[in-house]
């Protein structure tokens, strides 16, 4: 259902932007979600951004973000962008992308993520 783009290597410092579409139906009224997972560590959010609703626009950032990631989405409300600059090593991780829509049944969509790495 999600399709994520846009991993790769990166060097310290470079920038890169994740990208991630809903291939059916999604409706409007979501919160998508960028998540990152190291190996033996849990999976941790690094930022959502609400569509529709009260909350329409609200975004949130995990602390480790420190404002050099950006997440935003399209018009129709179906895809979700992490632009990534000053990236660390520390931001190696496999990214992942998730939708939850807030309409019932509340269905929860996640993509296969994609592989990030910061490395000289």
């Known amino acids: 259902q999600l399709q994520a783009c846009g991993g790769g290597l990166v060097q310290p410092g470079g920038s890169l932007r994740l990208s991630c579409e809903a291939s059916?139906?999604?409706?409007?009224?979501?919160?998508m979600a960028w998540y990152r997972q190291v190996p033996g560590k849990q999976r941790e959010l690094v930022a959502d951004?609400?569509?529709?609703?009260?909350?329409?626009?609200?975004?949130n950032y995990a602390d480790f973000v420190k404002g050099r990631f950006t997440i935003s989405t399209n018009n129709a409300r179906n895809a979700v962008f992490l632009q990534r600059s000053a990236l660390e090593p520390e931001d190696t991780a496999t990214y992942y992308c998730?939708?939850?829509?807030?309409?019932?049944?509340?269905?929860?969509?996640w993509g296969e993520g994609t592989l990030v790495t910061v490395s000289s």
């Open positions: 998730e939708a939850f829509e807030l309409i019932q049944p509340y269905r929860d969509y």
């Open positions: 059916g139906s999604l409706f409007s009224r979501n919160v």
């Open positions: 951004i609400t569509s529709g609703g009260a909350s329409n626009g609200k975004i």
